[in-house]
């Protein structure tokens, strides 16, 4: 049984820092492609971050300030959240595909987690 499990969310002021982590297990996505993305209270799930082999991908929101990277020997994906704001304030869940390829919409992933709360007070 395949189960991703994230940690690392917190309640923290803008201008902080977190790093969100993604453990796998079951399977190995080593060759496939892992993804983060978020919700909002109100809104629709939307698309954070994805790696798939070293290539990565990056919603312009979060570009220049969030950034994704793996471990296969621990099968774990993170993402680094630099220069906080409130408007990142979200249930940050991760995702995973058997196969290569980023891809910013959500049925395009077969696995997910339960998700992580990150919540960013001014």
């Known amino acids: 049984q395949v189960q991703l499990v994230e940690s690392g969310g917190a309640l923290v002021q803008a201008g902080d820092s977190l790093r969100l982590s993604c453990a796998a297990s079951?399977?190995?996505?080593?060759?496939?492609?892992m993804a983060w993305f978020r919700q909002a209270p109100g809104k629709e799930r939307e698309f954070v971050a994805g790696?798939?082999?070293?290539?990565?991908d990056y919603a312009d929101s979060v570009k220049g300030r969030f950034t994704i990277s793996r471990d296969n020997d621990k099968n774990t994906v993170y993402l680094q959240m630099n220069n906080l704001r409130r408007e990142d304030t979200a249930v940050y869940s991760c995702a995973a595909r058997g196969s290569v390829g980023i891809f910013i919409g959500q049925n395009m992933y077969g696995y997910w987690g339960q998700g992580t709360q990150v919540s960013v007070s001014s």
């Open positions: 079951g399977r190995t996505f080593s060759t496939g492609t």
């Open positions: 790696i798939s082999r070293s290539a990565t």
